[in-house]
């Protein structure tokens, strides 16, 4: 196994030095394919030149002699190559050892197939129309290069040499720093993995990085970091609830039956009757969690049709009408009355949904209070908003309210309650693809916010 940083940096590096090399082998055949190309036209100028030098010679004396032209011999010695003066019949007149220039160290070829093979090339000699002799010019390789000429490109191969290790100088350390970039973050959410794994939920990490999706793994998982957390008190909190919820009616029981059988407590109807609610208290807390492990287990399926939004909030209202009236509380819907608000969705399981939340606000909400439903529709929104002016929840017991089992603070015991209203509101919304809101204060009251998608 290989760390992030270490397969990174191995990766970027043979890349670079593939892509360095394959320049370095393109640069260096092209600079000396352009570099034959010119060496060979200098040599074909030479030619050129020397074949006119000996045209002149012979315009000027007419006839061959041992001495026509020697004065080329120095220039020729020095350049590395031989010359041979022919007559129109190719007899010699004369001509230079090619043993003389052999040894010479400088001489190199450019072409090494042809390297140390002496070849001669004749060239006719031209005069009015006739050729009146031939000079031949012989040299050990096919382009010859002075001392210049090499040293020239020996710099221009030392020069891409150097640049090819000054490349991977940069590229080795570039690679050190932005793998570090990615190992680092990526190193860290991983360790946090490993620990949220081990049950460690507080641990959280705030390493910087500017890269989009290392940043949203980041707060993914101080997300999950949260989640776990606040799932692990819901959980020793859902189980102290649970029990603390049968303990009181068994304890009831269990004092009340023990006070009868000593005798303290008369067997009376009235007796057995406290007796008997407890019994039924108890029942219902069973059927409640009943009600919730059918919910978790079987999941809800939704039977969907187009609904007309404000006709069920409508219905829904009416029946609360009574229940309101009855605690004095002032029940208010508050709509369009021609505006569309059409959605897609479960009516049954819709209606559950805002029972819930309305009876939660009647019982929630004091005598003489006030409860507003408001239903509008915003761009492709509809917004369902039921707002109470009631006890309002605490900053504590908010981020909970939708999870299973949850019932606000301890005074809320005096308040007849399951904890499962909410989470079978949220679980409906979601399948809807609805969100719900809440914002409350203690003793000012609780808005719940539902948005819809609207149907076109
Ligand atoms: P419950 O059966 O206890 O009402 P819910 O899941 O319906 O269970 O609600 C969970 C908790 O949310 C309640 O116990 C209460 O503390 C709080 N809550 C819900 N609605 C309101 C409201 N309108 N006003 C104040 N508190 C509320």
Known sequence: M??????LSIIILVCSILATILTALFVNFTINNKFNEYMLNNQEKRNQRIVQYFQEIYKRDKQWTKESGMEMEHEAFMS????????????????????????????????NANEGVYNTTNFPINYNGS???????????????SADDINFKLSINKG?????????????????????????????????????????????????TDILELNNLKSSINTLGDRLNQQDILRRRLISDISHEIRTPLNVLQNNLEAMI??????NTEQLTALNDEVIRFGKLLNNLNVLKRFESEGIVLDEEKLQLNELITSVCDDFLIVSKE?????TYNTKPNESYVILGDKYKLRQVFVNILSNAVKFTNEGGSIWVNLAKKKNEIIVSIRDNGMGISKEDLPFIF??????????NKIEGSGIGLTIVKNILTLHSASIDVESEVNKGSKFTIRFKSLK
């Not at 290989?2 to 397969?7: D, P, T």
């Not at 230079?96 to 400088?106: L, Q, R, V």
């Not at 050729?131 to 290069?145: K, P």
């Not at 000593?262 to 067997?267: K, L």
Request: proline share 2%.
């Open 2 to 7: 290989y760390s992030i940083r270490r397969k």
């Open 80 to 111: 590395n190559y031989c010359l041979t003066l022919l007559d129109a019949n190719k007899k010699l007149i004369w001509t230079m050892d090619p043993n003389d220039i052999k040894e010479k160290e400088h001489l190199k070829a450019i072409d």
């Open 131 to 145: 050729v009146v002799g031939y000079i031949g010019i012989g040299q050990y390789s096919s382009v010859l290069l």
């Open 160 to 208: 891409i040499g150097a640049s090819i290790i000054l490349t991977l100088i940069i590229v080795i350390v570039v690679s050190l720093y932005f793998s570090k970039q990615f190992s680092v973050p990526i190193r860290e959410v991983s360790d946090i993995s490993v620990k949220l794994s081990k049950g460690d939920y507080n641990s959280r990490t705030n390493v910087d």
């Open 262 to 267: 000593d005798g303290i407590f008369p067997v």
């Open 327 to 331: 605690k004095n509380i002032e029940l």
């Open 403 to 412: 999870e299973r089992l949850y019932r606000g603070d301890k005074s809320r």
